[in-house]
């Protein structure tokens, strides 16, 4: 089980924190194949949002194998984290830090570094809408 | 429906059958006094020219007991009034004034079924209560009003020791307005329209203060206007017409002005009967023009301008008498009889009851009238 | 989506008192199987709106069909709207067990289990008296009065405009996990776009008795946009793009651009609105053209 919080100012739409919260439950091993995940009545009635929006990250995780919902049960992981998306998750974080490194190398503190990323993230979430 | 009208209406329920208990068990304990007061004056047994009987009967019923018919025939008259303001202007006013027709008009009962069943329900309670007072009233004066119908008076002051104490009305006829108001079955039909008056006026004003002032000013007004204007012509009135005797008028000397001058008394004598006019005419039918005297009977007091006396000299009774009887005057009384008690009480009672139909019927339109957020 | 009636429709709805028009022009379709908000600022129609979809009010002009019936037009249309007023008015006399009794005599879709589980939950004494209730307590009776009537579509005025933040939450908690349990259609209205910003997914702008836009909440994020860049007019614009709103300072023009194409030109920063910045730019006087534009999203 898996107990969700939501950041009403961080900007990031709510279903898609629901859906980093069960990556990240992933990856640490907090949930596993075959975990059902909180009822829809039970995420919207604690975090007092539309149940359509978990309805959204559910479906959004159906579509992206990592859940499937059985039909008067409820929602259940599918995929456990492999140890191959482990090692990936590894090799992106020591991009990241030589990138660090030379983003304050050029002059930029933290705050820069995290709007270019985000205007970055933005980008392409645009082109793959389109 | 019926539960959530029972459950508003439980306070007032519960106050009323507290006063109606209260005052039954007082009646009750009161009536065999009266009762063995009528017997020991040999009304029982008494069939006819008992007016003798009746009058000792009356003088010698005690304070408490006179007390006790005052106080009945006020309740009467003052419950069906407290009713409509406590009971009709509220009824839906205080919903609207306090947001709750919110609730009430929103669940899965239409508002012409709500209305209907509050009008219906508390309108019977309010009737029922009427009823009952009046029956247990009107059963623990039934040795008075007999005695009144069988012709008798009370005097106030004469029989046995103490302050002997009397109203307007004690041992007064069955019609006689205020009594009348007091007994049958027009107590139901009051109490009828003042509860649908209070919810009508409740409704169009819809706040409970105003509702209950203009309810009273509205029902006081019709009370005041149908024994004076109404009542008299719902059914024809009877008419008496007979000489007024001059021989045996007394003579006598208004202390105030100084004038003297002759009464006259007059024979009507319909014992229970509700007098509207009692005039002296002439033959003619006319008024006479030429005596001044007190305008209204039962008892004349005359003085034709022939005898008024000159200054200086004195009174002279034997001419004036003389012109008198040539005058031949005569007493005309216009009034309904004591058998119209019931027919009269039946027909008011069916005029009241059509206009709290009537007011009903408002009631429901103006509550489906959607104007109210 | 439950179902193809709509929660609402509304053609052409007009509201007037003496020479006043409480609500004017009104044309919309809230979808069933939403939670719509109804925001804007008081006195701009909201309540009479609401007024007019519960059947408290009759139209002046124009129609308004509630899932797919006249408002309030009998007990079996009655039986599929639930209703919790403005200031959640209670009986202050009756107790909290007398408010479910009441609920069970005039509804026949009474579900007493509900009433009995929230009331428990609530921690409320079934014989305490509605009047002795904090404000807070009286909403959730209010709600489970409505709830437990098992409505198809719950209307509710600015249920939690009085309420601390704390009674705020555990309101919208509820609500949130009913509608979701008996897939309910919900329409609240609030003078607040942060109440409705957690729980709404449809979105009804109300100001001067007039709708200002109207339409799915995610429709609406995807196509507004803040452009910042080089000082120019307004007219300037490419026709695609609908100024909402515009402020100029110096050298730098923003313009709050209503957009179903994505915006490619790379002088303009473009970013994304919030919801309530999205609320204010369309209550401000500055909003819409002279002409008073009435603004649809186009499913």
Excluded at chain 1, 13 to 36: F, K, M, N, S, T
Excluded at chain 2, 100 to 128: C, D, E, F, P, Y
Excluded at chain 2, 188 to 196: D, I, N, R, S
Aim: glycine share 10%; charged share 15%; hydrophobic share 45%.
């Amino acid at each position: 089980m898996i107990d969700f919080h939501l950041n009403s100012r961080s900007g990031v739409a709510p279903y898609l924190q629901l859906i980093r919260q069960v990556r990240q439950a992933l990856q640490l091993g907090l949930l596993r194949e075959g975990d059902q995940l909180p009822t829809v009545k039970d995420v919207a009635g604690s975090l007092a949002i539309n149940p359509n929006t978990v309805l959204k990250a559910y479906r959004s995780l159906e579509y992206e194998g990592l859940a499937a919902a059985k039909p008067g049960v409820g929602t259940f992981v599918t995929k456990t984290v492999s140890d191959q998306s482990v090692v990936a998750h590894q090799r992106l974080s020591m991009e990241l830090s030589a990138w660090i490194g030379r983003a304050q190398q050029a002059g930029l503190d933290f705050e820069d570094m995290e709007a270019l990323f985000q205007r970055a993230a933005r980008a392409a979430a645009q082109e793959e809408a389109v | 429906m019926i539960w959530l009208t029972w459950r508003q209406f439980r306070p007032q329920a519960i106050a009323a059958v507290g006063a109606l208990a209260a005052m039954a068990i007082v009646l009750a304990a009161t009536r065999p006094g009266l009762s063995s007061g009528y017997a020991a004056a040999g009304l029982s047994a008494c069939h006819a020219h008992c007016a003798t009987a009746a009058s000792i009967f009356l003088d010698r019923v005690g304070n408490f007991d006179k007390f006790l018919d005052f106080g009945g025939v006020l309740l009467i008259i003052v419950a069906p009034v407290l009713m409509g303001l406590f009971w009709g202007a509220p009824l839906i006013a205080r919903e609207v004034a306090e947001g709750t027709h919110r609730i009430a008009w929103n669940q899965s009962v239409t508002r012409t079924r709500w209305t209907i069943v509050k009008l219906g329900l508390v309108g019977l309670a309010a009737i029922s209560t009427a009823g009952l007072l009046s029956l247990m009233v009107t059963w623990w004066a039934s040795p008075i009003d007999a005695a009144s119908l069988a012709g008798g008076s009370a005097q106030a002051g004469t029989g046995g020791n103490g302050v002997h104490i009397t109203f307007n009305g004690f041992g007064e006829a069955r019609l006689d307005p205020v009594i009348f108001d007091a007994r049958g079955v027009a107590p139901l039909g009051y109490a009828a329209l003042a509860f649908a008056l209070g919810v009508t006026v409740g409704v169009l004003l819809r706040r409970t203060l105003p509702a209950m002032a203009l309810t009273l000013v509205a029902f006081v007004a019709i009370q005041v206007l149908m024994p004076n204007f109404v009542r008299p012509h719902l059914l024809p009135p009877a008419h008496f017409t007979a000489p007024l005797s001059t021989q045996h008028g007394q003579v006598g000397t208004n202390v105030g002005t100084g004038i003297t001058d002759i009464q006259l008394t007059g024979s009507f004598a319909k014992p229970g009967a509700w007098v509207l006019s009692d005039t002296v005419i002439t033959p003619s039918g006319a008024q006479p023009s030429d005596i001044i005297m007190t305008p209204a009977g039962p008892e004349f007091t005359v003085l034709p301008r022939a005898c008024t006396p000159t200054p200086g000299s004195g009174f002279n009774p034997v001419p004036c008498r003389e012109t008198l009887a040539a005058m031949h005057l005569r007493q005309a009384v216009t009034y309904q009889p004591a058998s119209r008690f019931w027919p009269l009480q039946w027909i008011e009672t069916g005029i009241y009851l059509l206009l709290t139909a009537g007011l009903g019927w408002v009631c429901v339109w103006q509550v489906r009238r959607r104007r109210t957020p | 989506m439950s179902s193809t009636t709509a929660a609402i429709e509304a053609h052409g709805l007009g509201k007037r008192y003496g020479h006043r028009w409480a609500l004017a022009d009104c044309t919309l379709t809230i979808p069933a199987g939403h939670v719509a908000g109804l925001v804007g600022p008081n006195g701009a129609g909201k309540t009479t709106l609401i007024s007019l979809a519960t059947g408290m009010l009759a139209p002046t002009t124009g129609t308004i069909e509630v899932l797919g019936g006249l408002p309030a037009s009998g007990p079996g249309q009655l039986a599929r709207v639930g209703y919790v007023a403005q200031d959640t008015p209670t009986y202050a006399g009756l107790s909290v067990a007398d408010h479910l009794r009441l609920g069970a005599h005039l509804n026949p879709r009474w579900d007493a289990g509900l009433a009995r589980r929230r009331i428990e939950q609530l921690s409320l004494d079934p014989k305490q008296k509605a009047g002795r209730l904090s404000g807070g307590q009286r909403a959730q009776l209010a709600l489970t009065l409505a709830l437990a009537k098992r409505p198809e579509l719950l209307i509710l005025d600015e249920p939690i405009a009085s309420l601390d933040p704390v009674a705020r939450r555990e309101f919208l908690q509820v609500l949130m996990h009913v509608t979701a349990e008996q897939e309910l259609s919900v329409v609240m209205s609030s003078h607040l776009v942060a109440d409705l910003e957690r729980v709404a997914d449809y979105l009804v702008v109300l100001v001067a008795s007039r709708v200002r836009i109207d339409g799915e909440v995610d429709d609406l994020l995807a196509t507004h946009h803040l452009l910042t860049g080089p000082r120019r007019a307004a007219a300037t614009l490419p026709a695609s793009q609908q100024v909402i709103t515009d402020s100029h300072a110096g050298r730098q023009s923003t313009f709050l651009v209503r957009s179903s194409e994505p915006i490619i030109d790379p002088a303009w920063t473009a970013e994304e609105v919030s919801l309530e910045d999205l609320v204010l730019a369309y209550m401000g006087p500055s909003s819409g053209s002279p002409q008073e534009q009435r603004l649809e999203v186009h499913q």
